[in-house]
């Protein structure tokens, strides 16, 4: 996961066989304080949750949010058929980590095995039942149905700007049909003047258009088959891209304002106001029924998101004060963390997790500089030349997270702990920098363009590696922009060929999924998909990577499944596509009247639907 979502323009999925690689629990050497408020007192009901952000979410349609900012808020008012719960642990990889990262039933009434009979065919047919009681919040209240879950996936390769699904990847690798989907949609609506992108044309397509492996056999069962099993695919069905989706979103543009601005609700709460670029506020859903839904308490009565506080300073001195209680897409201020890592504060945490996050990544097709950011030395001269030491301080130091210097971060099947570039254990190598820029044509130095998120943390971030870098020679003009839009703009393959784009980036990825997860790390960034929405934002390509993904996804034995994801990490690297630099926890920190504030590893946030307010 957390990558931000990109958009499509003309699909060209490389179909990714899946198979039954069977991957170990994640875990992390982040500390910090062992308290937590989930235990403390009874739950009490009422009040109103302040959320504090710089940006805040950078989309509600729920088929192309793909950002841990989206991710808070849909707990709230969406719902998928299968879902995490959320319960405290101290360590990844202990019980409640494994119950956080194992799907459970939402709108599903049981997770499909084949001992419940909902795994079938080999293994390639899923067959999910629907909850009664289950309503949108229409008027009158609506049952949620299969035909509702079926639209959400018709809608994953709208060709509305910014709608197009975060990752496409996992489905059309998948289900039967979906890429074949998927690409007539495309074609069909490539001639905008003959097929206008309009919501009645995008409507009328999808309703009059099938995806083979989808059937809805009555209106709460939904029958998914597969090309081929996939041990993944139930935490595939868990991910907030197959969210129900309402009929009554036929009627908008994907992704739109009117969307945005006419959501329908299935989960605890609905959005009662949202203004773009300021607040969002969330009411209770007097549709929503709790005896169905043992995932969400929903203690408070009422949730306002405020946007427009970029600085991690300021949103902590709010929730100090209480009039902030929670945060949606800032780290904590890294100044703060020494003085909260010592205290005894109960509402401190450092949740352990397990991340690639931040790294670099090179925009492979950047024209500027005679195409440097192409060139396999001039890369290599970064992987030498960052301070990694400096940046790690920049995020609060090592009880943060710790360095790596690969793709794949520790507990993770394929992981190995080794360096190509080395460089006095994180310090960075000035003279192995220097010498790689002078061979690769740029003695004199280079001036390139750094694209990163703008809130004061990531601005830290990158002052630290502008620093660094600046003592080989290499100078980084910065590009700061909202973390609402970095993560479009990363992923904008076609415009990102033309010159003054960016060159480096700076974006974070955490698993999708924890646990059998070989999927959403190494096939995730880096198989290939140069086009619009893509995670592999420097349109990286190389055939022993693509052949080692595709074996250890059709692999049976989770040692050999092992060895080929780490020997793709080792040739992503030898090609130094990114510079991995640290694996973060999540620091975390609530106002004093917050209580019950569990990080939820697959959220990448606390789950605002399970805590409470003391005073209410």
Not at 91 to 106: E, F, I, N
Not at 368 to 396: N, P, T
Not at 575 to 592: H, K, R, Y
Not at 597 to 613: H, K, M, R, S, Y
């Amino acid at each position: 996961m957390i990558s931000a979502p990109r958009r499509s323009l003309a699909l060209a999925v490389a179909v990714l066989a899946a198979g039954g690689l069977a991957a170990c629990s994640s875990s992390s050497s982040t500390t910090g304080s062992t308290s937590s408020s989930a235990s403390a007192g009874t739950p009490v009901r009422g009040g109103t949750l302040n959320i504090v952000a710089a940006s805040g979410p950078d989309h509600i349609d729920t088929v192309p949010a793909y950002y841990t900012a989206d991710y808070e808020l849909e707990r709230a008012y969406t719902r998928q058929l299968l879902q995490y719960p959320g319960v405290t642990y101290s360590a990844a990889g202990d019980a409640g980590w494994t119950t956080d990262t194992t799907p459970a039933p939402d709108v599903a009434t049981a997770v499909p095995s084949a001992a419940n009979g909902g795994i079938t065919n080999g293994g390639k047919t899923y067959t999910f039942h629907i909850k009664q009681g289950v309503d949108w919040n229409t008027t009158p209240p609506r049952q949620v149905t299969a035909a509702d879950f079926i639209r959400e996936f018709k809608a994953f390769c709208n060709p509305a700007p910014g709608g197009f699904v975060g990752n496409i990847t996992y489905y059309a690798a998948t289900i039967a049909g979906m890429n074949t989907y998927c690409n007539a949609e495309q074609a069909y609506f490539a001639n905008t003047k003959a097929h206008a992108p309009t919501a009645a044309n995008i409507a009328k397509y999808q309703n009059t258009n099938n995806i083979s492996g989808l059937s809805a056999p009555n209106s709460s069962t939904l029958q998914i088959n597969l090309m081929q099993p996939a041990s993944d695919f139930l935490y595939m069905m868990a991910m907030p891209f197959t969210s129900a989706r309402p009929v009554e979103y036929d009627s908008y543009i994907p992704n739109s304002l009117e969307v945005d601005q006419h959501t329908i609700s299935d989960g605890p709460y609905q959005i009662s106001s949202y203004i773009p670029g300021k607040s969002i506020t969330f009411i209770r859903n007097p549709a929503w029924n709790a005896s169905t839904d043992s995932l969400r308490k929903a203690y408070v009565n009422k949730i306002v998101l405020t946007e427009g506080v970029t600085s991690a300073q300021t949103q902590l001195s709010d929730m100090q004060a209480g009039t902030e209680d929670v945060t949606n897409d800032t780290p904590l201020n890294p100044a703060s963390l020494p003085a909260l890592e010592t205290g005894s504060n109960p509402n401190f945490k450092i949740w352990p997790w397990s991340s690639t996050e931040p790294y670099i990544v090179f925009n492979l097709r950047s024209p500027d500089v005679g195409g440097a950011a192409g060139k396999l030395l001039v890369r290599q001269a970064i992987e030498y030349g960052l301070d990694k030491i400096a940046v790690q301080k920049a995020f609060g130091g090592p009880p943060v997270g710790p360095i790596i210097n690969g793709v794949i971060p520790p507990g993770n099947v394929g992981y190995v702990n080794y360096n190509l570039y080395p460089d006095a254990n994180g310090a960075g190598n000035t003279a192995m920098c220097k010498t790689d820029l002078s061979k690769a044509g740029y003695p004199n130095g280079i001036s390139l363009l750094y694209e990163y998120q703008s809130d004061s943390t990531n601005t830290r971030a990158f002052e630290a590696i502008q620093a660094s870098l600046a003592n080989c020679g290499i100078k980084l003009n910065g590009k700061p922009e909202p973390g609402s839009t970095l993560f479009v703009d990363l992923g904008n393959s076609p415009v990102n060929a033309k010159a003054n784009q960016w060159d480096l980036g700076q974006p974070a990825w955490i698993p999708d999924w924890f646990g059998n997860n070989g999927r959403t790390m190494i096939q995730a960034l880096f198989a290939p998909r140069c086009t619009v929405n893509t995670n592999n934002y420097g349109c990286y390509n190389n055939s022993t990577v693509n052949s080692l993904i595709t074996a250890a996804e059709t692999s049976t034995s989770l040692t050999t499944a092992g060895t080929d994801w780490h020997q793709a990490d080792m040739q992503i690297m030898q090609d130094a596509a990114i510079v991995p630099i640290m694996d973060q926890g999540f620091p975390n920190f609530s106002s004093s009247r917050t209580k019950g504030a569990v990080f939820t590893p697959n959220i990448g946030e606390v789950d605002i639907t399970n805590l409470w307010l003391s005073n209410g």
